[in-house]
């Protein structure tokens, strides 16, 4: 089984947040493979298919960002899924707007919701495929900014760029080899 992690905050508070862009993608990936999130399991919601010949959990922790890990070791645990089969999509500060990036493991960059992942999963090789948000403007909290909805003109940028998330995803999910997907879908 594979597991894909989209991070975010529950509730319709926190639905359009620069910091809820991995929950977007999942919700994307869900309607493009036909699977429902309608089950609750170990703080998360998730949604189970298949793609080609893989059994596929879809997951959208309800623990809040930084207890994220909280939700997604118990189900790793439950289903027997190593680390390294798991996709955990968020959003990034260091990448522009628009921009993708994804990686086979590494630190979490200062990402509090990656690294409660981490710390769970006590390992740090978790595939991960970060989203662009950009840095606040000067004098702006990052807090605010995570926490605050995106703008008119961020979302002509972020649109495009969670629908490739998705495609990204679903590559990956197919059998689609890392190194393939990060010369395709990395900009």
Known sequence: MLMVVGLGNPGPRYATTRH?????????????????LDRTREQALTGQGLVGNN??????????????GQAVAPLARWYGIAPEAILVIHDDLDLAPGR??????????????????????GTTAVPRLKIGIGRPPLG?????????????????????????????????LEGGSMDEAMNRFNH
């Open 55 to 68: 059994r596929v959990l879809l997951v959208k922790p309800q623990t809040y960002m930084n207890n994220s």
């Open 140 to 172: 702006q909290n990052v807090i605010d900014y995570v926490l605050k909805p995106f703008s008119e003109g961020d979302w002509e940028l972020i649109r495009p760029v969670l629908l490739e998330a998705a495609r990204a995803a679903r590559f990956l």
């Open 100 to 121: 993708l990036r994804l990686r086979r493991g590494g630190s979490s960059g200062g990402h509090r919701g990656l690294q409660s992942i981490i710390t769970h999963l």
């Open 20 to 36: 809820n862009a991995g929950f977007m993608v999942v919700d994307l990936l869900a309607d493009d493979l036909g699977i429902t």
